[in-house]
């Protein structure tokens, strides 16, 4: 507990890569609106993370507008800039200094065996030692992030855990060297919310395109919906289908009401569902389930600079934190 009652301080940040979907939602982005109720919180744009895998000036162009929309998603969700601190993390500069210091205590080795550095190398079709040296940097300055607000807790999905074990090390021999400056952070994971795509194969995931973007019309959602793969031996109208292999069934179970999912079930095993039909109810189900969230985020879209002022805001406040942290670290590392 802290002293203002609450049981810690989160610090979490997402990649902005524009609107968010139903996946975020579901998965990240309601827990961190839920955590806010017991613990300080902290979230962030992480848009030099962004520069890690951007090349040229069409994608950097991309950036700005990528963090309106996602902030307007956050704020939309239920994230309370009178409640947490939001912010871009280019604005706050600190965690360039930091993450500078950080990598006079970060043996190369460790950044080469992090598992998510190997994927996003295979990934991009290039190899160590072609790669930019701010990609093998990456978890050293998603350390500064975290650090540089003491934070202690950090809500991420099992894919971030290795970060987070490299996080604490680097700690560990900071405060080894240095004294003890900082808390060792902890994951706090987030339960995979396994929202199915819309071809049924794979998780909702934009780079799929499979997706379902909060912010999209009701219209849009229906129309993206009618698309979606259903249980593939269901051929004709006549044809029973078999919810379990179905992802518009597994979709249903999560966002229409918990009454209707016995008689979807029943309806489609005997036929007396249309698939047409079943994702027009679909559809309906989730943009009633999105319907504040797309009222609010309409209304915070038409305040002219409400989006601005919350982000310089919070970069001020995060700014007066992060300025006190790099001052104690100067002075532990004989620089003040
Ligand atoms: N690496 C995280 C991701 O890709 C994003 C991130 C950057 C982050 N800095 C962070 C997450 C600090 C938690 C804490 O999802
Ligand atoms: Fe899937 Fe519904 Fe078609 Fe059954 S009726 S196969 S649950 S879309």
């Not at 979230?43 to 963090?67: M, R």
């Not at 940097?137 to 998603?142: A, K, S």
């Not at 109208?237 to 179970?253: F, I, M, Q, T």
């Not at 009454?259 to 979807?264: E, F, K, L, R």
Request: aromatic share 6%.
């Amino acid at each position: 507990m802290t002293s203002d009652g609450k049981k810690g301080t989160i610090f979490s940040g997402m990649r902005p890569t524009g609107k968010l979907h139903l996946g975020n939602y579901m998965g990240a982005l309601e827990n961190w609106v839920t955590l806010q109720n017991d613990y300080n919180c902290i979230y962030c744009a992480v848009d030099i993370h962004a520069l890690t895998t951007l090349d040229g000036a069409t994608d950097v162009a991309e950036i700005k507008p990528n963090i309106h929309d996602m902030i307007l998603d956050w704020l939309a969700a239920g994230i309370d800039p009178e409640e947490s601190l939001v912010f871009v993390q280019s604005s706050v500069p600190e965690v360039m200094t930091l993450h500078t210091l950080l990598s006079m205590v970060t043996p190369l080795g460790w950044l080469l065996r992090v598992p998510t550095f190997k994927e996003k190398v295979r990934q991009m079709d290039e190899t160590e030692e072609s790669v930019n040296y701010g990609l093998v940097g990456y978890p050293v300055l998603q350390t500064a992030d975290i650090i540089l607000y003491k934070a202690d807790t950090v809500p991420v999905g099992k894919d971030q855990v290795p970060h987070l074990e490299l996080a604490r090390e680097i700690v560990r021999r900071f405060n080894n060297h240095y004294g003890e400056t900082f808390p060792e952070p902890q994951a706090k994971l987030t339960e995979d919310a396994l929202i199915v795509g819309l071809d049924g194969q794979n998780k909702m995931s934009k780079s799929l395109d499979n997706h379902l973007e909060l912010a999209d019309s009701p219209e849009e959602t229906a129309k993206r919906v009618a698309t979606a793969f259903t249980d593939p031996q269901r051929l004709r109208r006549a044809d029973p289908g078999r919810p379990e292999v179905c992802n518009v069934y597994s979709l249903h179970k999560t966002f229409s009401p918990a009454g209707d999912i016995a008689t979807i079930h029943e309806e489609c095993t005997t036929a007396a569902r249309g698939c047409v039909d079943c994702k027009r109810h679909l559809a309906a189900s989730i943009n009633n389930y999105l319907e504040s969230f797309r009222e609010r985020r309409r209304e915070f879209e038409s305040r002219p600079s409400y989006v601005q002022d919350v982000l310089e805001d919070g970069a001020k406040k995060a700014q007066a934190i992060a300025q006190k942290t790099i001052q104690e670290v100067y002075e532990k590392m004989g620089l003040a």
